[in-house]
């Protein structure tokens, strides 16, 4: 009776264990990494042990300080490549999002920069976001968040398409509520054919499909709507369906399309804080904001030039961390000249 109550608590513990990795993994589309961590299953796209010293380095050059923080509230950094292949050198990133976690008040919340958005890239020049990735990967696109939106974000989650394909059709599909203008695109990118409007479970093909659709509705900000819906979507299919030995196997089915800034240790203190806080409210945004941006042709390129920049932080940081009136740095204010119409 003994032997058959501590397997019954080792299988329980293991359910335990195995339902955090899976909530982490799901969570940001991509933290398969404590897979690695905890199991050994894997070669994940991670900077070794041995390059942690330059790894804190680098983590201290892209952050601010004297901006909102807060040990209740960890924000990481999530970027879609355009790519299937494992090389992102040159890739610019086609989505950009922020991750924030308050293990407080058990909210995550989402936050889409767009791509287009017109910025200032540290060291670089006067660009649209994506293109920082371009520039200087994944570490000087979190400098550029930081820098033009007074955040002090270290860590950074890169994934490839291949990895969201993976994802989708591990959780068994996502339900998505198909637009008459969408079909069409969604079927261009996938084998499997949807025929009608109304609510449909996309498979991963289409799902990445409907993610990347550009033109109908209301072009690009509407996609990044889409991609939210779809990471909502994941996030809550695969904590209702998946099994452990499933969350195992997709955590090593996704180790060759991810890279992530966070060693061992941080993503085991991650992980804990996870679980122990329960987090379960979702809520979504998008930067910048309709009534604070104006889109348009400047010198033959399309950018979305926020107005003000300053107006669009302060929201952020209300959204974020929930406390209304930040005020924006100097820096945001000089950010603010350069932008101007």
């Known amino acids: 009776m003994i032997t058959e109550n501590k397997n019954k608590k080792n299988s329980e513990r293991m359910k335990i264990v195995g339902s955090l990795v899976l909530f982490v993994v799901l969570l940001v589309s991509g933290f398969f990494y404590i897979g690695n961590t905890f199991f050994g299953l894997g070669n994940t796209n991670t900077m070794a042990a041995t390059e942690n010293e330059e790894k804190q380095n680098s983590k201290a050059e892209t952050t601010n300080k004297g901006v909102d923080e807060s040990n209740d509230i960890i924000n990481i950094a999530l970027f879609g490549i355009d790519t299937r292949a494992n090389d992102y050198d040159g890739s610019r990133a086609d989505t950009i999002m922020i991750v924030s976690l308050n293990t ?5 919340k989402i936050t889409s920069i767009m791509r287009d958005t017109y910025v200032s890239i540290p060291g670089e020049t006067y660009d649209k976001i994506n293109h920082a990735f371009a520039f200087g990967g994944p570490e ?12 002090n974000i270290k860590d950074y989650i890169t ?5 969201m394909e993976q994802i989708v059709d591990a959780v068994g599909g996502v339900d998505i509520d198909v637009k008459d203008y969408e079909i069409e695109y969604i079927n261009s990118g996938s084998s499997a054919k949807v025929t009608a409007v109304g609510v449909q479970t996309l498979n991963g093909q289409q799902a990445l499909a409907y993610s990347r659709i550009r033109y109908g509705g209301n072009g690009d900000f509407e996609r990044t709507d889409r991609q939210r819906t779809v990471l909502q ?8 369906n998946i099994s452990l030995p499933k969350a195992l196997a997709l955590i090593e089915t996704l180790s060759p399309y991810i890279e992530t800034s966070l060693d061992k240790g941080e993503v085991a203190s991650l992980a804990t804080s996870v679980f122990v ?11 910048p904001l309709d009534d604070k941006s104006k889109g348009g042709i400047w010198d033959g390129v399309y950018y979305l030039k926020p107005k003000t920049l300053s107006d669009n932080v302060s929201y952020l940081h209300d959204f974020i961390y929930e406390q209304s009136g930040y005020v924006p740095s100097s820096t945001i204010e000089r950010i603010d000249e350069g932008i101007k119409f």
């Open 140 to 151: 000087l696109t979190i400098k550029t968040i930081n820098e033009n939106f007074d955040m």
């Open 159 to 163: 994934l490839n398409f291949s990895a």
């Open 104 to 108: 407080a008040n058990k909210k995550m």
């Open 233 to 240: 979507n994941i996030i809550n299919k695969g904590l209702k």
């Open 277 to 287: 806080s329960g987090i379960s409210d979702i809520k979504e945004t998008r930067l």
